[in-house]
């Protein structure tokens, strides 16, 4: 299975080519220092420190990890690319290119995000139609329908997700984090085998990761607890982001290697 395999080839990379792993564990351990040291955000609400800082620094703070992340995205997907094409002579530009890139995937990902946000609000008008028709029924009836009905619309979303940026990023076009879309279309359940798969790794990942993080925390509980645990939380969930970003690569490159049979006819006329 295509999804199995670009996890499996992801994890292997990953864990023979660490440096893959640093620039997205210091973003994202960055993005959560800022967070624990302003006092906002999901990392410092996680290990419930609260400095006092006004929440004007909130928005700021969310803008430039969201910068950091993206440019991490950037670094991982290139630096694989590198890898595979037997540049790594090349390496020694990355960041700065990286750090260059990050506010280019910042718009493409927010164009990104509108059109999968809508296919998201069609994806869900089954199963709320399945619902609001059922509850009259039974409420245990009609939520199961709507999880039944939503669940593979979810993964399907969740997969084309985890592909879009790294495809992009990748090919350096901009419309092949939209050729994710069809290419995902053709192999509907491939898509949402792996993002259900890459969902799953990344919310046990963040559990255990929070749980690490609130332990730090518990035993100490002033700013030296927050800052270690916030550091711990953020970079594990940068060497998550990691593999994510490389397993999308990994399935794109998969479902685009289409079988003989669908390469177009190039006698067209013949057909008509």
């Given at each position: 299975m295509k999804a199995w395999g670009a996890l499996g080839e992801a994890i292997g990379t990953v864990s023979r080519n660490r440096w893959l792993m640093t620039f997205p564990a210091i973003a994202y351990a960055l993005e959560s220092l800022g967070e624990v040291i302003t006092g906002y955000g999901n990392t410092a609400r996680l290990i419930s420190?609260?400095?006092?800082f006004s929440q004007v620094y909130a928005l700021p703070l969310l803008i430039i990890g969201t910068y950091l992340q993206l440019s991490a995205a950037y670094y991982t997907v290139k630096g694989y690319y590198l890898l595979k094409t037997e540049r790594l002579g090349e390496k020694s530009g990355l960041l700065s290119k990286s750090l260059r890139y990050g506010i280019i995937i910042f718009f493409v990902a927010l164009i990104y995000g509108l059109v999968l946000a809508f296919m998201g609000l069609i994806g869900a008008v089954p199963a709320v139609i399945a619902y609001f028709v059922l509850k009259r029924t039974s409420e245990t009836a009609a939520i199961g329908a709507a999880?039944?009905?939503?669940l593979p619309?979810?993964?399907f979303l969740a997969g084309v997700i985890t592909m879009m940026i790294p495809a992009y990023i990748w090919d350096d076009s901009f419309?092949?984090?939209?050729?994710?879309?069809?290419?995902a279309w053709r192999n509907k359940k491939e898509t949402a085998v792996f993002g259900f798969a890459m969902f799953l790794i990344l919310i046990a990942g963040g559990a255990v990761l929070g749980g690490a993080a609130e332990f730090i925390g518990w035993i100490n509980s002033g700013p030296t607890g927050a800052i270690v645990g916030g550091a711990v939380f953020g970079a594990g969930l940068g060497a998550l982001s990691?593999?994510?970003?490389?397993?999308?690569?990994?399935?794109?490159?998969?479902?685009?290697?289409?079988?003989?049979?669908?390469?177009?006819?190039t006698d067209w006329l013949a057909g008509l």
């Open positions: 420190y609260k400095p006092g999880l039944l009905l939503g619309v979810a993964g419309d092949s984090g939209f050729s994710v879309i069809g290419l990691a593999l994510s970003y490389i397993a999308g690569v990994l399935m794109y490159i998969k479902l685009g290697k289409k079988p003989a049979e669908e390469s177009p006819n």
